[in-house]
């Protein structure tokens, strides 16, 4: 059974930094596309940041490049997104996907069906 469990979110003041994590458990095969995803209050779910099958690449929003990292510690099977800067707009419902097949531009500009899905954390940006 494939699990994304997601931790790492909170309640933090303008210009702080989180860290959100995403262990992945039960997924086959080793190399695929990690994404992260946000979903703000009255609104859709948006691709924030994947990283390729190799790490090499990374996507990111235009509206969070240049302050969020995303990276992945494939012996602990863990993703990563690093939040710098961090602004009340950011606030929303995070969450991390994997997908077997999907590259990961296409995963974050969410043009296909993602196979699986966290439970998502909630981060909040307020002053």
């Known amino acids: 059974q494939v699990q994304l469990v997601e931790s790492g979110g909170g309640s933090v003041q303008p210009g702080e930094s989180l860290r959100l994590s995403c262990t992945i458990s039960?997924?086959?095969?080793?190399?695929?596309?990690i994404g992260w995803f946000r979903q703000a209050p009255g609104k859709g779910r948006e691709g924030v940041s994947c990283i390729s099958t190799s790490d090499t690449n990374a996507w990111h929003a235009p509206s969070v490049k240049g302050r969020f990292t995303i990276s992945r510690d494939r012996a602990k099977n863990t993703a990563y997104l690093q939040m710098d800067n961090l602004t009340p707009d950011d606030t929303a419902i995070y969450y991390c996907?994997?997908?077997?097949?999907?590259?990961?531009?296409?995963?974050?500009?969410?043009?296909?069906?993602?196979?699986?899905w966290g439970q998502g954390a909630q981060v909040t940006v307020s002053s």
């Open positions: 039960g997924f086959t095969p080793h190399y695929y596309a």
């Open positions: 996907a994997v997908d077997r097949n999907m590259p990961h531009q296409v995963m974050c500009e969410m043009r296909g069906e993602i196979g699986y």
